[in-house]
């Protein structure tokens, strides 16, 4: 089954540091683009960050470049989000997403998501 | 604010036909190809449909999408009320050089 497992996610002070995990398992991991992709409590999703199969191109969201840093392991069939400097407008539920191969920009796999509390 | 534009709400009844808008630019619909997710309450968004017409395996064929110039749409037809549900568009942004989300539309089923 393919499937995709986030953790690490919890309560955090202001300015304070996470680092989130995502397990991969049933596809062959290192074949695909990842992303993270966040959703505020009762709000719309926000992409977060992109990272491709080999680590060469990155891309981040303008509210968090700079503060959080993408990165894998294809050897561990694992993706990361290193979280800094954390606000209270980072309080959200963090999805990994699949994007599908070939050309299409869509996210065909999701996690279930973990949740990420910014607060004093 | 979301680049994506799309109208808070949608809702019909059961049987009948729903249509959601995205409204973007140049830079991202106007010259990307256009996903739409499902959100169920309380659960991870799925794909619906991508590439702007294509439904993933799984996706009844009464769900379809189209796009013209700056703007998509995703229609639901035979409406159910396991249909209720967060819709949300998406691309990639040239400008921004990252994906966007639209604002998301809730589907009620009266």
């Known amino acids: 089954e393919v499937q995709l497992v986030e953790s690490g996610g919890g309560l955090v002070q202001p300015g304070g540091s996470l680092r989130l995990s995502c397990a991969a398992s049933g596809f062959s991991f290192s074949n695909y683009n990842m992303n993270w992709v966040r959703q505020a409590p009762g709000k719309g999703l926000e992409w977060v960050s992109f990272i491709s199969t080999g680590s060469s191109r990155i891309y981040y969201a303008d509210s968090v470049r700079g503060r959080f840093t993408i990165s894998r392991d294809n050897a561990k069939d694992s993706l990361y989000l290193q979280m800094s400097s954390l606000r209270a407008e980072d309080t959200a539920v963090y999805y990994c997403?699949?994007?599908?191969?070939?050309?299409?920009?869509?996210?065909?796999?999701w996690g279930k998501g973990t949740t990420v509390t910014v607060s004093s | 604010q979301s680049v994506l534009t799309q109208p808070p709400s949608a809702s019909g009844t059961p049987g009948q036909r729903v249509t959601i808008s995205c409204s973007g630019s140049s830079s991202n619909i106007g010259g990307n190809a256009v996903n739409w997710y499902q959100q169920l309450p309380g659960t991870a968004p799925k794909l619906l449909i991508y590439?702007?017409?294509q439904r993933p395996s799984g996706v009844p064929d009464r769900v379809s999408g189209s796009k013209s110039g700056t703007s998509a749409s995703l229609a639901i037809s035979g409406l159910q009320s396991e249909d209720e549900a967060d819709y949300y568009c998406a691309t990639w942004d040239d400008s921004l050089n990252g994906y966007v989300f639209g604002s998301g539309t809730k589907v009620t089923v009266l």
């Open positions: 997403a699949r994007r599908l191969s070939g050309i299409s920009t869509s996210l065909d796999v």
């Open positions: 590439s702007n017409d």
